[in-house]
């Protein structure tokens, strides 16, 4: 029986690495079967994220720019782009070069919180602000507008008395962003190889 092409991803990083951690664990465990992760890319050659994926045995690509970095994974027959913890605004020229084929998570529950300047603990600095009760992580679908792609799944998570930024974002990422992440990368993967397929 031929083996079943696997969607290829490449995870793009800035920092620590967390969410590209929980996408490499669910690929381990089985969540994430219809892709797997074959680059890890980042413009931070200090970013934490690398040394996650060099023990992984997964490629790192430290790129100059966004010419550089599309020209690899084109390189690299990218089937989907991750956005995990990545901080820099991608240009409307780069987007349009991925129809449909770049993801994203966002620490709050879109419409709120999001666009412009809200990343990081930014976020639920405004959501703490705010007085809101519930927050949360989205995955969506990366498009010119900062934040304004078409939603794949949310989740949920409650505030607490006390909290502060940083422990809210903690939380949301356990409770929501290691969960749904990992998810979204299997049903966009399992679409893209059914639709080459069909």
């Not at 974002?169 to 409770?175: L, T």
Request: include cysteine; charge should be negative; charged fraction near 25%.
């Amino acid at each position: 029986m031929p083996v079943e092409r696997k969607a290829r991803v490449a995870v793009l990083v800035s920092g620590g690495g967390t969410n590209l951690q929980a996408i490499l664990d669910a690929q381990d465990s089985g969540i994430i079967h219809s892709g797997e992760v074959v680059l890890v890319a980042t413009s931070n050659p200090n970013a934490y994220a690398i040394t996650r994926a060099q023990n992984h045995g997964v490629p790192t690509y430290i790129f100059k720019g966004e010419d550089d970095l599309a020209d690899k994974l084109r390189a690299e027959d990218i089937d989907l782009i991750v956005l995990a913890g990545f901080l820099k605004i991608l240009s409307r020229d780069f987007v349009t070069q991925f129809p449909d084929r770049i993801i994203n998570v966002h620490p709050a529950l879109i419409p709120s919180f999001c666009g412009k300047g809200c990343y990081g603990l930014h976020v639920h600095e405004k959501a703490l602000a705010y007085g809101v009760k519930v927050t949360g992580a989205t995955v969506h679908f990366v498009n010119e507008i900062p934040d304004g792609g078409r939603i794949i799944a949310q989740k949920a998570v409650d505030i607490e008395e006390g909290d502060t930024p940083e422990v809210l974002q903690r939380r949301v990422m356990e409770q929501a962003e290691w969960i749904i992440l990992p998810a979204a990368v299997e049903k966009v993967s399992a679409e893209i190889v059914k639709g080459e397929e069909a």
